[in-house]
């Protein structure tokens, strides 16, 4: 079963949301990527990252709205 | 994986109607139950392409119809039909336990309906477990009021993925905010990890948030009163009773 | 005598929230402080206040750090 993992947060507790994201991300291999599902701009949790995981993670917008946003985010090749 | 939604959430809303809101929130799929009132029925499966039509709009639209959901009333040959018209399977729900449900879905295979049975409660992971042995696919309905769906959902996934049919999510929507603690992290995050590629449909954990549902899919009100995006933000089921004096 | 602007976005949809806090940050004048209130700690925000207006232009202070609920203080400098 090697289909793309998603991770749609919109049915999340905000509380749980971030958590939930960042233990995806801890999970990952290096070269792996999730496809995290919003249903606004993720822009905040890209800084949380960038401070967090700097350099070692990949941010790359697949859809962007109006109802959905989609970024595959990957965890970098060691 | 994607996520769905159940005309539960909107159980008087015609099939055109559904479809808008499941659009309107990026829910690229729709279940079906036998009783709301989207109209598609065993009994308008006998009027010629009533039913086939409804599936075109929904493609049409970018929508999937993932299941029909059945109560148990229905007839074999009515719900084959039906199933044919929608390309959708049929999933065996009703107030029987889930071995009379087992029999009812390897009878429709037999006959070449696509089914699978629904299966709720404490005793799913076993119920699945013979299911999956049978060959017969899984409707998990996951409810956060059972505490124990990080748990099911890694079983689920680890012994049986591939029986998984889809998940009927009874959450999600306006009740995003109520379900603290309940294991929906963990649920969506093992759902990710283990690139579960089916759908999550989402429908009301209780008839008593039908109006907050109703509201959430934009079928209050939506005209008038100047605002081309009606603001549904400030309707939230456990909001607090203080609000910011800043908008 | 500086005046506290309090915002509770816990009522606000979770797609609305950012929008609502940066408009009422954007919006504080000098002497004015914001108080959020937020079912989750939001140091994400912290983030996107480092990240967009620089190190040295606020200040961010818990009031009150969960579990159930976070409250910050929130200046310009």
Redesign the interface.
């Known amino acids: 079963?090697?289909?793309?993992?998603?991770?749609?947060?919109?049915?999340?507790?905000?509380?749980?949301?971030h958590?939930?994201i960042f233990?995806?991300f801890a999970?990952l291999k290096p070269g792996e990527a999730?496809v995290l599902?919003n249903?606004h701009d993720p822009m905040p949790l890209r800084y949380q990252f960038e401070y967090e995981h700097k350099g070692k993670f990949g941010w790359s917008y697949l859809e962007q709205g109006p109802?959905?946003w989609r970024v595959e985010i990957s965890r970098t090749a060691a | 994986?994607?996520?769905g939604l159940s005309s539960e959430a909107a159980p008087d809303a015609g099939v055109d109607e559904l479809i808008r809101a499941a659009?309107?929130?990026?829910l690229p799929a729709l279940e079906l139950r036998a009783g709301d009132g989207h109209g598609v029925s065993c009994d308008r499966a006998a009027v010629p392409h009533a039913i086939a039509d409804v599936a075109a709009r929904a493609a049409a639209a970018g929508i999937g119809i993932v299941g029909y959901r059945c109560t148990g009333a229905e007839d074999d040959a009515a719900l084959a039909t039906l199933a044919t018209a929608l390309r959708t399977t049929v999933i065996v729900d009703g107030d029987d336990d889930a071995e009379a449900r087992a029999t009812r879905a390897a009878r429709l295979l037999a006959a070449g309906t696509d089914a699978a049975v629904l299966l709720r409660g404490g005793t799913v992971v076993d119920d699945a477990r013979r299911l999956s042995r049978e060959g017969i696919s899984v409707v998990w309905e996951a409810n956060p009021a059972d505490a124990t769906l990080g748990g099911v959902a890694r079983a689920l996934l680890e012994e049986f993925?591939?029986a998984l049919h889809h998940v009927s999510?009874l959450?999600?929507?306006p009740e995003?905010?109520?379900?603290?603690?309940r294991g929906?992290?963990?649920l969506?995050?093992r759902?990710?990890?283990?690139?579960?590629?089916g759908t999550?449909v989402?429908a009301p954990s209780s008839p008593r948030y039908r109006v907050a549902w109703s509201t959430w899919l934009g079928r209050h009100g939506g005209s008038g009163c100047g605002s081309k995006v009606s603001?549904?933000?400030?309707i939230?089921l456990s909001?607090?009773s203080?609000?910011?004096?800043?908008? | 005598m500086s005046e506290t602007?309090?915002?509770?976005?816990?009522?606000?949809?979770?797609?609305?929230r950012f929008a609502?806090i940066m408009?009422?940050y954007e919006?504080l004048a000098g002497s004015e402080s914001?108080e959020l209130?937020v079912?989750h700690d939001p140091v994400c925000m912290y983030y996107t206040l480092k990240a967009t207006r620089g190190d040295d232009a606020f200040r961010f202070d818990y009031l009150e750090e969960g579990p159930e609920t976070w409250r910050v203080l929130v200046r310009k400098v």
Do not use: W, Y
């Open positions: 079963m090697s289909d793309q993992r998603t991770l749609d947060v919109r049915v999340i507790p905000p509380r749980e949301k958590p939930t233990q995806t999970e999730f599902v249903d109802a959905v | 994986m994607r996520l659009t309107r929130h990026g993925p591939a999510f959450g999600g929507g995003t905010v109520m379900h603290e603690g929906i992290g963990e969506m995050g759902l990710a990890l283990a690139g579960f590629g999550v989402l603001d549904r933000s400030l939230a909001a607090p203080a609000a910011g004096s800043a908008s | 602007i309090r915002l509770d976005v816990r009522p606000v949809e979770p797609k609305n609502c408009g009422a919006r914001l209130t079912d």
